[in-house]
């Protein structure tokens, strides 16, 4: 058996800066992750298909629109909604301290703020799958 | 061993188009997971109606974008279509970025599309090892046309040619000399030659380098009563016509039909059935002469210099060849 981890990187929104999701993207490939990147301006609604047609262990968004409070509840809904709420979401971009708590609440397992050493999101992705894996 | 379907099987709700289902038994096929084996022995009476094309080029020719055309195309006719898209695993750390569909992203909502991204997982040949099961769960599922996009190759990978029925090569502009459209390998495995960003310059000296190249052989080498193609397309500019996806979805399906109407169509699932039974024979066959390997009585001979690698080689093929796959 060869089990890879798989992740979807999605841009959902207006925002057109992605060079914080290509770095991840990059030190996810570098870490052993197969990478899916969304590309540019999706809708909650089509990251949601993505990461089910490709059965991705999780989504990692980045977000640095301001719309963060809107759109990654949204992913969070739809999955549910889907039956894949086994997928689990992840965040990162431009978020205030205080939008934290209620991402969180709403199912967002990790927000990762600028600055986080990729290394971070890498060591917490695969104790995350790894605890889920063996739950 | 029987295999009677339960009500809710996986397989049964492959079979009943649950893209869940699908995604997740594509996953474990990809992750050579036991649980899949029985999944696709219960989908492979359900095979065979599928138009399975593939797209292989060098890397940057345009074969994403190319793919996204055609999706659109043959949607536009009322077809359903599934997409496997292979980028390379590193050979270093197994990762991979997987951004062939970023190219696709038009068609994320449609139902009747399914995109999938494989990487290669140290495959050699530009594809995957799982290849073929995952187009026989898409088959099962009932696509009309089944589209294999490669890993970007160089002259030798030409693998897809037993995984696909057609198989487009796509050149980009100024890909070379009357010479290289003489050499072996890529070149002569196309059923249609396709020059994409055929709105660039020296667009038609690729053309004509593949018309002559076409014209010094007897038609197809696998099959001399097909005279091969070439369709100039374009992603980006002109008008409908002078992109040339229409023209170019009309040559795989003559393509098809050619196929159809000669033994061309039954060999090529011969050939495609062959491969798959050496590729899972084969997996199996590794991993066993491995193991028999290191508790082989002579690998410690061999290793103070008193036999040699044939003896031992033959003798290990014997130790593993009585027993089931």
């Known amino acids: ?135 | 061993m029987t295999h009677a379907p339960s009500l809710h099987s996986r397989a049964q709700r492959v079979l009943a188009g649950e893209t869940i289902a699908a995604a997740r038994l594509i996953r474990d096929v990809d992750d050579r997971r036991e649980a899949a084996r029985a999944d696709l022995r219960e989908l492979f009476p359900h095979v065979g109606k599928a138009h399975i094309i593939g797209v292989t080029g060098s890397p940057g020719v345009g074969k994403s974008s190319l793919v996204d055309a055609l999706i659109t195309e043959w949607r536009a006719r009322g077809k359903t279509v599934a997409v496997v898209a292979v980028d390379p695993s590193s050979p270093f750390t197994g990762g991979a970025i997987l951004g062939d569909r970023i190219r696709m992203q038009t068609h994320s909502l449609d139902p009747g599309v399914f995109i999938r991204s494989v990487a290669s997982r140290g495959f050699l040949g530009g594809l995957s090892p799982s290849i073929d099961e995952i187009v026989l769960v898409f088959d099962a599922m009932g696509f009309d046309v089944i589209l294999v996009e490669t890993v970007g190759v160089g002259q030798g990978e030409v693998d897809i040619i037993r995984s696909s029925h057609t198989t487009l090569v796509v050149l980009s502009p100024n890909s070379g000399d009357d010479v290289q459209g003489l050499k072996a390998g890529l070149l002569e495995v196309a059923d249609i030659f396709v020059v994409n960003k055929a709105d660039l310059p020296g667009a038609d000296r690729t053309r004509t380098m593949l018309k002559r190249m076409v014209n010094l052989g007897q038609g197809a080498l696998r099959d001399p009563g097909w005279a091969i193609p070439t369709r100039s397309t374009s992603t980006t500019q002109g008008t409908p016509e002078e992109r040339g996806i229409a023209a170019l979805v009309d040559a795989c399906v003559e393509h098809r039909d050619h196929l159809r109407g000669g033994p061309g169509l039954a060999e090529r699932n011969a050939s495609r059935l062959r491969s798959y039974v050496l590729r899972l024979a084969g997996e199996g066959l590794a991993g066993r002469l491995e193991k028999a390997l290191l508790a082989h009585p002579d690998l410690a001979e061999l290793e103070r210099g008193e036999t040699d690698p044939y003896a031992v080689a033959n003798a290990l093929i014997g130790t593993v060849t009585h027993e089931d796959l």
Request: proline fraction near 6%.
């Open chain 1, 1 to 135: 058996m060869d089990r890879r981890l798989r992740v979807l990187l999605g841009k959902p929104g207006l925002d057109g800066h992605d060079r914080g999701a290509l770095v991840v993207a990059r030190a996810l490939r570098d870490a052993g992750f197969e990478v899916i990147y969304s590309g540019l301006h999706q809708t909650p609604e089509m990251l949601v298909n993505v990461a089910i047609q490709e059965a991705v262990d999780c989504i990692g968004l980045s977000i640095m629109s301001g719309a963060h409070d809107y759109l990654m509840p949204e992913v969070v809904r739809l999955l549910a909604q889907r039956g894949a709420s086994d997928i689990f979401v992840f965040g990162g971009g431009i978020i205030p301290d205080e939008d934290v708590p209620p991402l969180l609440e709403a199912g967002v397992v990790a927000i990762f703020g600028p600055g986080t050493p990729t290394r971070e999101i890498v060591e917490w992705l695969k104790a995350e799958a790894q605890s889920r894996a063996s739950a």
